[in-house]
């Protein structure tokens, strides 16, 4: 078990949200076979200065979505991260619910290639996000 600030740190099983994703708000739908489901409801505290969908937040989304996505491969207690990402905003989020649909494929050496589709409650494409993971040294993968 870890700890933070010398308290027990504990996550209820291995493909579930951490901290921080809880307090986005986060809700993972499904997560297997490399690929994921994710969702996030639109919240004020979410927005940004003109009242839509902040970047980060969905930015979040899809990132998190990857990532549940890669760990749906690899075993329990793997230690991998975020390398590289881009994400293409292509419309803005009033309102609703929020989806991310990912999927991965490798691993090349210690490499996950990640891409995820954020669509709004009217399956309108609001985003598109292409990243890379890196499974950490040590752990059975080759360079």
Do not use: C, Y
Request: aromatic share 8%; proline share 3%; hydrophobic share 45%.
């Amino acid at each position: 078990m870890e700890t933070v600030d010398n308290l027990p740190f504990e996550l209820d099983g291995w493909i579930d949200t951490a901290p921080f994703e809880d307090l986005v708000g986060l809700r993972i739908e499904s997560a297997s076979e490399g690929r994921a489901l994710l969702s996030l409801v639109f919240r004020v505290k979410l927005s940004q200065g003109a009242g839509l969908m902040h970047g980060g937040a969905l930015t979040t989304l899809a990132d998190t979505a990857v990532a549940m996505a890669i760990k749906s491969l690899l075993p329990q207690g793997s230690q991998f991260a975020t390398t590289e990402l881009r994400m293409t905003f292509l419309a803005p989020v009033r309102s609703g619910l929020v989806r991310a649909r990912a999927e991965v494929r490798g691993p090349e050496g210690r490499s996950f290639f990640g891409e995820a589709v954020l669509s709004d409650e009217q399956e309108r494409e609001v985003a598109r996000f292409h990243s890379v993971f890196r499974v950490a040294r040590g752990q059975g993968f080759e360079e």
